[in-house]
């Protein structure tokens, strides 16, 4: 136990700067556990507050890049429409005159700011050494309501747009100051800033359903997800979605039960005749690959094969009710399976900037040994994603449809 030196009770800090000398009596039990960070070692994060950290940057970090997009659209108008109004009487200081007195400080506050980037080389880019640049997104919201007159012909709807800014507010003072993003904020964000996007497009609806997939798909061969089974793949892409607006699908597999189990007859009906050209393509329910499957599976002999003869019966049905059935090819192939995959053939769209955007996707999973379909794990692919960035090799999509082509070139019609 520590005593001060002195041992009367006296205080022995008064009148002193020093620290108190401690003498310690042996005999009396170990020290108690030091509780600060020890000398010489820098105090470390537990697993606990690491994983909390990489989820905290998870979260702002695709909030970020979708408010980045948003004020880079945002000062792209207000400069296309308010420059030619202003800058011819006022040159450089046009931005201080549309602001006018409401908004002369901030306008200041931010020609300051400009400064100082200036002076300290913070302006990487000559493009950026611009009075609007240093504007935040209320601002930018603030010069488009002042001139509303102004932006009226370009925009379709005003109150639509100020409530997507409105949505988006509460994402931008949380990313901004790096505190907790919540899920639910984050999925009310993206959904906010793709409507807003499309809105200052002229709502031509060509944002990308998930405009991070689109920077970064290209590292990954246009893989956009990846999910552990299928249930949870549909769970983030229902078989609707999948095949909303496709032009084409063609669909390999031993069963393709989430097509046939989770498709209604009535809506397959529906795509082909809106123009969807359909290829299915189902593992011969006679053939040995059928039996081999089901001993790796461990299931009887002719249950696999059944539940592949009801999936073709239903398919076929569909097919009998088309007024085209030449536009809904079934066939069959006698080969051991290797994966299943539902390609898909989408509009295309042209998007920001007059970008020809592909919306192409795929769903592939690979057969394992000892799981069924519904337990293997599924690939998201999105075509184009992969070449958006500057690749040249051809993204997964391709490498299936070419695939596919071959299985389709040796299979056999079902009549």
């Known amino acids: ?32 556990p030091q509780t600060g960070p020890v000398e010489g070692v820098p105090p470390a994060w537990a697993a606990e507050q690491w994983d909390d950290a990489y ?23 207000v400069d296309e429409v308010l420059r030619p109004v202003y800058a011819p009487a006022h040159g450089e200081e046009w931005v201080t005159a549309a602001a006018g007195p409401a908004g ?9 700011v400009r400064e100082v980037s200036r002076r300290k080389g913070y302006l990487l880019d000559p493009l950026d050494d611009d009075p609007l640049v240093f504007l935040t997104l209320p601002q930018l919201r603030e010069l488009m309501v002042q001139h509303w007159p102004c932006f009226e012909p370009h925009l379709v709807d005003r109150r639509e747009v100020e409530l997507a800014l409105d949505e988006l507010e509460v994402a931008r003072h949380v ?11 984050l999925d009310q964000t993206e959904r906010a800033a793709a409507r807003l996007l499309a809105l200052l497009d002229g709502a031509h609806g060509g944002v ?47 069963g393709l039960g989430m097509l046939c189990q989770n498709y209604t007859g009535k809506r397959l009906v529906r795509l082909a005749s809106e123009g969807c050209r359909v290829r299915l393509l189902f593992l011969n329910p006679a053939s040995s690959a059928v039996r081999r499957r089901e001993r790796e599976l461990g299931i009887g002999r002719g249950e696999l094969g059944r539940a592949v003869e009801m999936n073709i019966m239903h ?3 569909v097919r009998a009710r088309l007024r085209d059935q030449g536009s809904f090819e079934i066939r069959v192939f006698d080969e051991l399976p290797r994966f299943t995959a539902y390609l898909v053939e989408g509009q295309r769209t042209t998007g920001a900037g007059g970008r020809r955007r592909s ?27 992969g070449q958006e960035s500057g690749g040249t090799e051809p993204g997964l999509l391709e490498v299936y449809r070419e695939e596919f082509e071959g299985l389709w070139g040796d299979s056999r019609p079902v009549s």
């Open 104 to 112: 002369e400080e901030w306008v200041h506050r931010a020609a300051a």
């Open 175 to 185: 990313v901004s100051r790096n505190r907790a993003l919540s899920q639910t904020v």
């Open 315 to 317: 398919v076929r049905r």
């Open 1 to 32: 136990m520590g005593f001060p030196a002195g041992g009367d009770g006296t205080d022995p800090r008064a009148g002193s700067s020093e620290a108190p000398t401690l003498v310690v009596r042996g005999g009396r039990g170990p020290l108690p």
């Open 208 to 254: 990308p359903a998930d405009v991070v997939e689109e920077l970064v798909a290209g590292r990954y061969a246009d893989v956009v997800a990846v999910h552990p089974d299928r249930v949870r793949l549909q769970r983030d892409l229902p078989v609707e979605d999948l095949l909303d607006g496709a032009r084409r699908l063609d669909a390999v597999g031993i």
């Open 55 to 77: 989820r905290r940057v998870r979260l702002a970090g695709r909030a970020y890049v979708w408010l980045n997009l948003v004020e880079q659209r945002m000062r792209a108008l």
């Open 359 to 385: 919306t192409d996707l795929g769903v592939v999973q690979p057969y394992l040994r000892k799981a069924r379909g519904i337990e293997s794990p599924a690939l998201v692919l999105r075509g184009g994603a």
